[in-house]
């Protein structure tokens, strides 16, 4: 897991920031933010917001701290977005890791559909009434122009500080704290404590592992992969999909987490965790019940 955050996320990362700032310097952000306001409108945010939820494709962490370009009436709206619908770089690799070695790769793309939809499901449900505040971000469009490659280079190496210096560290450190956790036999104990909850979604208990892990992190997942992928190649397409789906939604890391703590206070940390969680629960139950009856 530590090699994994410099191997897959970092040039994820990076790929994320060029992407973000040429849009950011050429004037294509605020063409996007005219164009999707309406949209975005549906879902409990507006246009603006737009760009921290693909940012958060790369990075949760890096996209909480970039919500500050939010209005204060959507940003609460939009780290919930982020955090349920945004798929980060440790995550997309995870699930693509654990579909593949279950013999179903397919599984990513209806999986990616699903957690966008249920995110921005979510995300209105949560946030219905912050929009009435707020007045639509229709403004004079901007000119669309080449954007300066030092003014590029200066957003990127901005967003690669974010990730190295704040978030980096911390995932570091989880790697060992989850390291010995599982020499002292926690993790154990928790998975047997989640055995009898796990068969509500037709999950075996062996399961639980991975979904601890992932609380941790996103890609704490990969645990799942031992001995080959044994384990997941097992399992149906339906228990496999009910899994990555529940695992990679049941909350956010710890370490966006700690940035929404920084960012908006304990409060709002606390109501984040519990509704995604209610919302994961809830969504991943009706998708278990929904795949065994069309089965």
């Not at 530590?2 to 952000?29: C, D, H, Q, R």
């Not at 450190?173 to 509500?200: M, N, R």
Request: glycine share 8%; hydrophobic share 50%; aromatic share 10%.
């Amino acid at each position: 897991m530590g090699l994994y955050s410099l191997i897959w996320a970092l040039p994820v990362v990076f790929l994320i920031g060029v992407s973000v700032a040429v849009t950011e310097e050429s004037g294509l952000k605020d063409r996007i933010t005219d164009s999707l306001d309406g949209w975005m409108r549906n879902i409990g945010l507006n246009g603006r917001d737009l760009i921290p939820v693909l940012s958060g494709f790369g990075c949760n962490v890096v996209a909480v701290f970039q919500s500050r370009t939010c209005s204060s009436c959507t940003r609460k709206a939009c780290v919930s977005m982020i955090s349920f619908g945004s798929a980060c770089s440790y995550q997309i690799g995870a699930s693509l890791s654990i579909f593949g070695s279950g013999g179903r790769p397919w599984l990513f793309f209806p999986y990616m559909i699903v957690l966008v939809l249920v995110g921005a499901i979510h995300t209105r449900l949560w946030n219905k009434n912050h929009l009435e505040k707020s007045s639509p971000v229709y403004i004079n469009r901007t000119y669309v122009q080449k954007p300066s490659w030092h003014s590029v280079s200066w957003r990127v190496r901005s967003v690669m500080k974010q990730f190295l210096v704040q978030a980096m560290p911390i995932f570091i450190s989880i790697c060992v704290v989850a390291t010995l956790l599982e020499q002292i036999g926690v993790i154990a104990v928790v998975t047997h404590a989640l055995t009898p909850i796990l068969k509500i979604f037709n999950l075996p208990g062996d399961a639980a592992g991975g979904i601890i892990f992932s609380i941790l992190r996103k890609d704490g997942l990969l645990v799942l992969n031992q001995n080959h992928g044994s384990f997941v190649s097992e399992l149906s397409g339906g228990q496999l999909f009910v899994l990555v789906y529940l695992a990679s939604t049941l909350t956010a890391c710890l370490v966006t987490l700690r940035a929404v703590h920084k960012e908006l206070g304990t409060t709002f940390a606390a109501q984040l965790t519990s509704r995604q969680l209610l919302t994961s629960v809830g969504s991943a139950f009706l998708i278990a019940c929904f795949i065994r009856w069309i089965l």
